[in-house]
C-alpha cells in the first residue's frame, strides 16, 4: 500500500503506511487539519479511537509549537512566538485589515543574508524551515481566525529568513497552502531582499 502525499505531509503518511493504514486515512487527516482546521487528531471523528491515541503518541499534530503570543494596542496585529521541534525559534504575524486577514510567515530560522535593515541577520543563520513548518505557521492563525469568524484571505513571506534561500521548501509549501488549505495563488507574497 503506497501514498502519493503532499511533501508537506510525508510523515503522516509514512506513519499511516507503518500502521498498516488504508489510503484514504490521509485525505481524512488532510480534510481535518486544512479545511476543517481542527486543533488536534482527538477532533478526527471519523478517524478510529484507536488510530488518533496512535497518532498522538507516534506523531505530532504540529511541528510548530506557540510560546508567546501578543496583541497590539488596537488588535490589529498578533505575533507569535513559535518552538520548533529542534528548539529554535522563529516569529509569525497575522495583520487584521479588514476584509483582509494577512499571514507574515518565516522561512528560515535567521537568515545569511544580514541586511542593515533587518534585526534577523543579525543573530545569524540557522536553518531552513521545511514546508510542513512553514505551513502550519498558517495554520496556527487560521484556527485562531475561524474561532473569531474570520480566515486567512493573504500570505506573506517576509517573516524571518530570506525565501528564495530556501526555495524548494517554500515552494513546497505554497504549494500545500494552495492545494489543501485553499489559499489562490494571487493571495501569496514572497518578498525577497
Not at 4 to 24: Q, V
Not at 38 to 67: C, D, H, I, K
Request: proline share 5%; aromatic share 6%.
Amino acid at each position: 500500500m503506497s501514498f502519493s502525499p503532499h511533501p508537506a505531509n510525508l510523515a503522516i503518511a509514512d506513519t499511516l503506511n507503518l500502521l498498516g493504514e488504508p489510503r484514504f486515512r490521509l485525505r481524512q487527516i488532510e480534510e481535518w487539519k486544512y479545511r476543517k482546521l481542527v486543533s488536534g487528531y482527538g477532533a478526527m471523528r471519523n478517524l478510529p479511537l484507536a488510530l488518533r491515541e496512535q497518532l498522538q503518541r507516534v506523531l505530532p499534530f504540529s511541528t510548530v509549537e506557540p510560546v508567546d503570543e501578543r496583541d497590539s494596542a488596537d488588535g490589529s496585529t498578533t505575533k507569535v512566538l513559535l518552538r520548533l521541534d529542534d528548539g529554535q525559534l522563529v516569529e509569525s504575524v497575522l495583520m487584521r485589515q479588514p476584509p483582509r486577514n494577512t499571514i507574515c510567515v518565516s522561512s528560515q530560522a535567521g537568515c545569511k543574508m544580514a541586511c542593515s535593515f533587518c534585526a534577523t541577520g543579525h543573530g545569524g543563520w540557522q536553518r531552513n524551515l521545511t514546508p510542513d513548518q512553514i505551513a502550519d505557521q498558517v495554520l496556527h492563525f487560521a484556527r485562531l481566525l475561524k474561532d473569531e469568524g474570520g480566515h486567512v484571505t493573504n500570505v506573506v513571506f517576509m517573516g524571518m529568513g530570506e525565501p528564495l534561500d530556501n526555495y524548494d521548501n517554500v515552494l513546497a509549501a505554497i504549494n500545500l497552502l494552495n492545494g489543501l488549505l485553499g489559499l489562490g495563488a494571487r493571495h501569496i507574497t514572497v518578498s525577497t531582499c
